[in-house]
């Protein structure tokens, strides 16, 4: 399978404690982009990177979250001290800057936080 | 600053009869627009994308929509339901930076 993959499909954690999230992106592209979706609504944009780069980061993400994409290939995302209002599903997408510029999903990862 | 709004949380349709799902966006500039489905447990799926080239724009399984700039519309159809069209669907705007703008979503249920 060559599209995007994303590490674990599911986490519950206690308030408090730190989620890592892992997205593998398509081999050649080189924008990874996270978003969140909470129930009923529609995923919003979190932070993008280009190669190793971290371009922009939204008003969305607090201070409790990190993102990396070490060598410019995989990327996590990181959550200290998670809270109840974390709880949603968390989305990373890749896309080719150069090529008709189409995101292409995975399949989330969901987040309950007890 | 760029939005779309998708205006019905929810559509249900006969099978075999018409979709129209429907979607009006807000755009300092000509904007770049997609339709993406997200089936239960899956993830999102690209249907169809206007990029400023013909405005009717045809996608997978039979969709298609039309960019309408006078009435800042972007509105989905398909002619014929089928039962693997439940699913909800995403109206989407993309900024100059590349950033995606989904709309609140629809969910399409299919009635048999």
């Known amino acids: 399978d060559t599209g995007v993959s994303q590490d674990p499909r599911h986490k519950i954690t206690k308030r408090g404690q730190n989620v890592t999230f892992r997205c593998d992106p398509i081999s050649e592209h080189n924008r990874l982009y996270w978003y969140r979706q909470t129930l009923g609504q529609g995923p919003e944009f979190l932070t993008y990177f280009q190669n190793e780069a971290q371009l922009e980061k939204s008003r969305l993400l607090s201070d409790r979250f990190s993102a990396e994409r070490p060598k410019g290939s995989f990327s996590t995302l990181e959550i200290q001290r998670t809270e109840q209002g974390d709880s949603a599903m968390y989305l990373c997408?890749?896309?080719?800057?150069?090529?008709?510029?189409?995101?292409?999903f995975g399949p989330g990862t969901r987040l309950t936080v007890l | 600053a760029q939005s779309v709004t998708q205006l019905d949380s929810h559509v249900s349709v006969s099978e075999g009869t018409p979709v129209l799902l429907r979607c009006n966006y807000s755009?300092?500039?000509?904007?770049?627009l997609f339709w993406y489905v997200q089936h239960p447990n899956k993830g999102l799926q690209l249907l169809l994308k206007?990029?400023?080239?013909?405005?009717l724009v045809k996608g997978i399984n039979g969709f298609e929509a039309e960019f309408k700039k006078s009435e800042t519309s972007f509105h989905l159809t398909k002619p014929s339901a089928h039962m693997s069209d439940a699913a909800e669907y995403f109206c989407v705007v993309r900024s100059l930076d590349e950033k995606l703008t989904f709309g609140t979503g629809t969910r399409l249920t299919i009635i048999p």
């Open positions: 206007y990029t400023s080239a013909a405005t």
């Open positions: 997408a890749s896309s080719f800057t150069y090529v008709a510029n189409e995101q292409f």
């Open positions: 755009s300092s500039y000509s904007p770049s």
